[in-house]
């Protein structure tokens, strides 16, 4: 799980006489992730594509032109079908032809009906002017413009000019200007005002008559339109089938026609090279040798074991059954030799040790189908690469946890749970897909922790009802909202600090175990280091920094001497080696350890040294688990004490709240008591106990509360578990920039062979 699945690199040489058979048969097995030959070898040259593969592409682009012209979807595929040669031949021009025809109608139609709207929108201000189209024009004597602006500052920039007779007609902010003047000193006279010109359509007489029948044209083109659109519906109805399955047909046979382009070939013979997972190269042989027999050699040329980097650091010995004699292919090398250094390799074709390059292998992660939801999740950041971690798994266990323990509601928890099924179940997006397994995973956590916490949608009738009725008290935690349970708060930021410790020292144990590649004193110096910086600072602060364990924690009051849980947590000792002299303060081992770690630090990287208050920064950071539990546990609180109204009975630190779900506050405080404890107060009597309207208005804010306390919980408590997986776990080992797994194939969806 934690690393992907073993890759080995495999060779199919053969003669050029058996090369398409050999790429249908590859093709069948959708397994070869194909390694593109860079034109290295002597000898050898990039293969070409096979006779027809250029008439199959152009017929290709044919069908997705169509498929695009009558917005084909996958919808409309209807059931597999064998599509032949001939089918596609004599089907395709007849689409074609009727496709082209409508789609050329429309277009004209389309051309037509702009051309109208244009008119129509040309006209509508003169229809608001209300002046005839005739007399807009034809002056000898007369100049006229018509366009929208301000009148009265028109008025005012004519009368300031040298034209001495002018009129202006206006409605609307629509202007016509009547000016006994040459028509350019109109124009100039009218530059300075707010006046945008309009030009005077064709036409005599009313325009609203004009109008009118632009109107009635424009119906008319749209009528047409509809028709064309209709007639282009039946035609995706028809032929949709046929498309989506030639587009497959046609795809396939242009995929396997141009395979050869990857190929290293001479005049008679081939050379392929690619990745397949290990576990499954007996498969791939023996499939292939059934399929084209001893025209071909395939040999396992090596298991790749790869570093951190993603360089090659060993290869497996693979025993090869022919070709050499069965002499081992691949050798052991301690590091891998730069590119500038290598020299091409020897390459011979009756199956010698054959190599395209060094490309990495591809990635093919190995999780369990339950974890796999989480792939996309740690693709956002990248891909990992073949020699690294995998951190999948590891945010898998964390995320959900991290997100249902800030949440901890069961009504929330079953709400995100029926979200993520209806993502997972519901949309065919693979992404969208992945967010509702997360989302059920997160849902699932909310509900556990609500349950531990006794709260349904902020209410405490698991804590009060449930718990006691199975022979306890009450929940057997609290989130420490409430006085009576704040030691509670103290407690999750404590925890928080913990998980953050253990959270970070998993992340650079990873990173240690994958330094070890470069040997024990990098893996101590580059990762250990961080180890006991971590240890020895945190140790340090729990232990109290003056040999005094902190209160907050092992006190009579303390986080772990029973408040709230008693764990029976002593503290951890100061170890006091020695006082500084001039301070009288006592020095820590735990401190010494942390200063261990910064030489080794500083003897890996000196830079990196300014780093070191990491330790501290990253941990602190993980403390946003108990703000966001408790802000997320007042948001609820406020939107229920507004509906349902809160009393408190106790007092001080002891005060505790109660909703009055089943009567008033105020009935509670005239009664005295509730179950043994003084009531003292009515925090707020509730609306809907404050009669019909205000009950009404109360209802929706519990509803829109309560939806808001769900969105923010996402945008909350899942960008913030989130954040602490990309920044602070990731950082520590993940660097990604993995390669896909893309094995030559194809998915069949719309078509069959049988």
Same mark, same amino acid.
């Given at each position: 799980?934690?690393?992907?699945?073993?890759?080995?690199?495999?060779?199919?040489?053969?003669?050029?006489?058996?090369?398409?058979?050999?790429?249908?048969?590859?093709?069948?097995?959708?397994?070869?992730?194909?390694?593109?030959?860079?034109?290295?070898?002597?000898?050898?040259?990039?293969?070409?594509?096979?006779?027809?593969?250029?008439?199959?592409?152009?017929?290709?682009?044919?069908?997705?032109?169509?498929?695009?012209?009558?917005?084909?979807?996958?919808?409309?595929?209807?059931?597999?079908?064998?599509?032949?040669?001939?089918?596609?031949?004599?089907?395709?021009?007849?689409?074609?032809?009727?496709?082209?025809?409508?789609?050329?109608?429309?277009?004209?139609?389309?051309? !037509?009906?702009?051309?109208?709207?244009?008119?129509?929108?040309?006209? *509508?201000?003169?229809?608001?002017?209300?002046?005839?189209?005739?007399?807009?024009?034809?002056?000898?004597?007369?100049?006229?413009?018509?366009?929208?602006?301000?009148?009265?500052?028109?008025?005012?920039?004519?009368?300031?000019?040298?034209?001495?007779?002018?009129?202006?007609?206006?409605?609307?902010?629509?202007?016509?200007?009547?000016?006994?003047?040459?028509?350019?000193?109109?124009?100039?006279?009218? +530059?300075?005002?707010?006046?945008?010109?309009?030009?005077?359509?064709?036409?005599?007489?009313?325009?609203?008559?004009?109008?009118?029948?632009?109107?009635?044209?424009?119906?008319?083109?749209?009528?047409?339109?509809?028709?064309? $659109?209709?007639?282009?519906?039946?035609?995706?109805?028809?032929? *949709?089938?046929?498309?989506?399955?030639?587009?497959?047909?046609?795809?396939?046979?242009?995929?396997?026609? $141009?395979?050869?382009?990857?190929?290293?070939?001479?005049?008679?013979?081939?050379?392929?090279?690619?990745?397949?997972?290990?576990?499954?190269?007996? !498969?791939?042989?023996?499939?292939?040798?059934?399929?084209?027999?001893?025209?071909?050699?395939?040999?396992?040329?090596?298991?790749?074991?790869?570093?951190?980097?993603?360089?090659?650091?060993?290869?497996?010995?693979?025993?090869?059954?022919?070709?050499?004699?069965?002499?081992?292919?691949?050798?052991?090398?301690?590091?891998?030799?730069?590119?500038?250094?290598?020299?091409?390799?020897?390459?011979?074709?009756?199956?010698?040790?054959?190599?395209?390059?060094?490309?990495?292998?591809?990635?093919?992660?190995?999780?369990?189908?339950?974890?796999?939801?989480?792939?996309?999740?740690?693709?956002?950041?990248?891909?990992?690469?073949?020699?690294?971690?995998?951190?999948?798994?590891?945010?898998?266990?964390?995320?959900?946890?991290?997100?249902?323990?800030?949440?901890?509601?069961?009504?929330?928890?079953?709400?995100?749970?029926?979200?993520?099924?209806?993502?997972?179940?519901?949309?065919?997006?693979?992404?969208?897909?992945?967010?509702?397994?997360?989302?059920?995973?997160?849902?699932?956590?909310?509900?556990?922790?609500?349950?531990?916490?006794? !709260?349904?949608?902020?209410?405490?009738?698991?804590?009060?009802?449930?718990?006691?009725?199975?022979?306890?008290?009450?929940?057997?935690?609290?989130?420490?909202?409430?006085?009576?349970?704040?030691?509670?708060?103290?407690?999750?930021?404590?925890v928080s600090l913990l998980a953050g410790m253990?959270?970070?020292?998993?992340?650079?144990i990873f990173d240690f175990v994958e330094n070890?590649?470069?040997?024990?004193?990098?893996?101590?110096?580059?990762?250990?280091?961080?180890?006991?910086?971590?240890?020895?600072?945190w140790a340090w602060v729990f232990s109290g920094?003056?040999?005094?364990?902190?209160?907050?924690?092992?006190?009579?009051?303390?986080?772990?001497?029973?408040?709230?849980?008693?764990?029976?947590?002593?503290?951890?000792?100061?170890?006091?080696?020695?006082?500084?002299?001039?301070?009288?303060?006592?020095?820590?081992?735990?401190?010494?350890?942390?200063?261990?770690?910064? +030489?080794?630090?500083?003897?890996?990287?000196?830079?990196?040294?300014?780093?070191?208050?990491?330790?501290?920064?990253?941990?602190?950071?993980?403390?946003?688990? *108990?703000?966001?539990?408790?802000?997320?546990?007042?948001?609820?609180? +406020?939107?229920?004490?507004?509906?349902?109204?809160?009393?408190?009975?106790?007092?001080?630190?002891?005060?505790?709240?109660?909703?009055?779900?089943?009567?008033?506050?105020?009935?509670?405080?005239?009664?005295?008591?509730?179950?043994?404890?003084?009531?003292? !107060?009515?925090?707020?009597?509730?609306?809907?106990?404050?009669?019909?309207?205000?009950?009404?208005?109360?209802?929706?804010?519990?509803?829109?509360?309560?939806?808001?306390?769900?969105?923010?919980?996402?945008?909350?408590?899942?960008?913030?578990?989130?954040?602490?997986?990309?920044?602070?776990?990731?950082?520590?080992?993940?660097?990604?920039?993995?390669?896909?797994?893309?094995?030559?194939?194809?998915?069949?969806?719309?078509?069959?062979?049988?």
């Open positions: 799980m934690l690393r992907p699945e073993k890759m080995c690199r495999v060779s199919v040489t053969g003669s050029k006489r058996t090369m398409e058979q050999t790429i249908e048969a590859v093709h069948d097995l959708d397994m070869l992730h194909v390694t593109e030959y860079d034109g290295s070898w002597d000898g050898f040259e990039p293969g070409n594509s096979i006779d027809g593969t250029n008439e199959v592409s152009d017929k290709l682009v044919t069908v997705r032109s169509l498929q695009s012209i009558l917005d084909v979807s996958e919808e409309d595929a209807g059931p597999t079908r064998v599509v032949t040669d001939e089918a596609i031949e004599e089907q395709l021009d007849e689409v074609r032809t009727a496709v082209n025809e409508l789609d050329d109608r429309r277009d004209d139609v389309r051309d !037509e009906l702009r051309a109208v709207e244009d008119r129509i929108n040309t006209m *509508a201000p003169f229809v608001t002017l209300g002046i005839d189209l005739d007399l807009l024009r034809g002056y000898d004597s007369l100049s006229v413009v018509v366009g929208e602006g301000d009148s009265d500052e028109i008025e005012t920039v004519l009368a300031a000019s040298d034209i001495e007779t002018f009129e202006l007609f206006t409605e609307d902010g629509v202007v016509a200007v009547f000016a006994q003047a040459d028509e350019d000193a109109l124009q100039d006279a009218l +530059v300075g005002a707010t006046f945008s010109r309009l030009e005077v359509p064709e036409g005599d007489g009313d325009p609203t008559s004009y109008l009118e029948e632009l109107e009635h044209e424009k119906q008319q083109l749209e009528s047409k339109l509809s028709t064309v $659109e209709d007639e282009l519906d039946e035609l995706r109805l028809d032929h *949709a089938g046929f498309l989506l399955a030639a587009e497959e047909k046609l795809a396939i046979e242009a995929q396997k026609g $141009e395979a050869p382009l990857t190929f290293a070939t001479t005049e008679n013979a081939f050379i392929a090279e690619g990745w397949i997972p290990n576990e499954r190269y007996e !498969e791939f042989q023996r499939a292939l040798s059934s399929t084209v027999g001893d025209a071909v050699d395939i040999d396992r040329i090596e298991i790749a074991e790869y570093d951190s980097e993603g360089h090659a650091e060993s290869h497996e010995e693979v025993q090869r059954e022919g070709g050499n004699g069965g002499e081992p292919v691949g050798s052991s090398v301690d590091a891998p030799e730069p590119e500038s250094e290598r020299q091409p390799q020897e390459t011979v074709a009756d199956g010698g040790v054959i190599t395209m390059g060094s490309d990495d292998p591809p990635v093919i992660q190995d999780n369990p189908s339950g974890v796999r939801p989480f792939e996309d999740l740690v693709e956002v950041v990248n891909r990992p690469k073949y020699g690294e971690f995998d951190p999948t798994v590891a945010f898998f266990l964390t995320f959900p946890a991290f997100f249902g323990f800030m949440i901890g509601d069961l009504g929330y928890g079953l709400l995100y749970l029926a979200l993520g099924y209806g993502l997972y179940s519901k949309v065919d997006s693979a992404v969208l897909k992945s967010l509702g397994g997360v989302g059920m995973w997160a849902g699932g956590f909310t509900a556990l922790f609500g349950v531990l916490y006794g !709260e349904i949608f902020g209410l405490h009738t698991i804590s009060n009802v449930v718990w006691p009725a199975l022979g306890f008290e009450g929940a057997p935690i609290h989130k420490g909202l409430q006085p009576h349970y704040g030691e509670y708060a103290t407690a999750w930021l404590t253990a959270h970070l020292a998993v992340g650079w070890l590649n470069h040997g024990l004193w990098d893996a101590t110096t580059e990762s250990g280091s961080w180890l006991l910086m971590l240890f020895g600072l920094a003056n040999g005094a364990a902190p209160d907050f924690l092992y006190g009579s009051e303390g986080v772990f001497a029973g408040h709230p849980l008693p764990l029976g947590f002593a503290g951890m000792p100061a170890l006091n080696l020695f006082t500084i002299p001039g301070l009288g303060a006592p020095f820590s081992a735990w401190l010494v350890l942390f200063l261990l770690g910064l +030489v080794l630090l500083a003897l890996a990287d000196p830079i990196e040294v300014v780093e070191f208050l990491n330790v501290l920064v990253n941990v602190l950071s993980y403390t946003r688990l *108990a703000a966001v539990l408790l802000a997320k546990a007042g948001m609820a609180f +406020v939107v229920n004490l507004l509906f349902f109204g809160v009393y408190v009975t106790g007092h001080g630190s002891e005060a505790e709240w109660h909703f009055g779900v089943s009567h008033s506050p105020s009935y509670y405080l005239e009664q005295g008591t509730y179950h043994g404890h003084e009531v003292t !107060e009515v925090m707020f009597g509730g609306l809907v106990h404050s009669g019909i309207a205000a009950a009404l208005v109360g209802v929706l804010i519990l509803v829109l509360g309560h939806l808001l306390v769900l969105v923010l919980g996402i945008t909350s408590a899942g960008l913030q578990g989130v954040r602490l997986e990309y920044v602070e776990f990731f950082g520590k080992f993940f660097e990604g920039g993995g390669k896909r797994y893309n094995p030559f194939g194809y998915e069949r969806n719309y078509t069959t062979e049988d």
